[in-house]
């Protein structure tokens, strides 16, 4: 998560202080470029495409076979997920990282002593990444006591250059969790990294307006703005700008 996590979030892939010489190299990085930029955009389908074609450029690099697990996760593909997981961790074997990526998959898939078990073993390794954390957070989201708010804070102590990608994970989180008010502290930070990841901005408005803050309209109207194809924040927008309407109507 490290070499991409500060990109400049928007169409143009051209590194600051270069200047553009016709079409960029298709080479591994560009992809990686890509993949985050459209995971970012919540565009999963496409992250997933670019991924897959860093594995074809090269099957050695651990990002391109973590984002592929991790894109098959956000597109609901548990089982696929598992499977291309065990293909992983052939080419790196008890990396803890994917260790907790398959149990992500089993975790959604309500496989929950299966999550438990991975996530064990995958902290029980050496040099853990945020997403061993994050992971882990996740697994124990809704046991009673400050294990999940721990493991975050432990993924954030270990984020170095990708801070702001495990801040807005650690939004998405506390917001699925119902803590929005502490989801909205990471996801402000996230959005101030990410001005334009339709994602991080979807993610903030809806926190707040589960708070009924005003500056949820704000929030989705950047979303729907950035990515205008994007149903969830479409969605989002009515349903906030009719409530607001309604209260205006009432006085209330």
């Known amino acids: 998560m490290d070499r991409f996590s500060r990109l400049e979030f928007g169409d143009d ?3 600051r202080g270069d200047k553009p010489r016709g079409e960029p190299i298709r080479d ?7 993949a985050v930029k459209y995971w970012l955009a919540a565009d999963y389908e496409l992250a997933l495409r670019n991924y897959s074609r860093m594995l074809e450029q090269n099957n050695t690099l ?7 697990v991790l894109m098959l996760i956000e597109l609901g593909e548990y089982p696929e997920a598992r499977v291309w997981a065990d293909k992983a961790l052939g080419f790196f074997p008890e990396h803890p990282e994917l260790l907790s990526l398959k149990g992500l998959a089993c975790l959604r898939d309500a496989r929950m002593d299966q999550a438990v078990a991975y996530s064990d073993n ?10 061993v954390w994050l992971v882990r957070a996740e697994v124990f989201l809704d046991r ?6 721990g493991c975050v804070n432990k993924a954030i102590a270990c984020a170095g250059k990708s801070l702001a990608i495990v801040q807005l994970e650690a939004g998405r989180l506390f917001r699925k ?4 008010v502490q989801a909205i502290q990471y996801l402000k930070q996230a959005v101030q990294e990410f001005p334009r990841s339709p994602l991080a901005w979807y993610e903030l408005g809806c926190c707040q307006a589960s708070l009924g803050l005003s500056e949820a309209v704000h929030s989705l109207e950047q979303s729907h703005n950035l990515r ?6 479409k969605t ?3 349903k906030v700008e009719k409530r607001g309407f309604f209260r205006r109507l009432f006085g209330r």
């Open 13 to 15: 892939a051209t590194p």
């Open 228 to 233: 205008p194809d994007w149903e969830p924040a």
């Open 144 to 149: 009673k006591g400050p294990i999940a708010e």
């Open 28 to 34: 591994a990085e560009y992809y990686h470029r890509e």
């Open 177 to 180: 969790s119902g803590r929005h």
């Open 62 to 68: 651990f990002e391109a076979w973590a984002g592929q």
């Open 122 to 131: 995958a902290v029980a390794k050496d040099n853990l990444t945020p997403r």
């Open 236 to 238: 989002m927008l009515r």
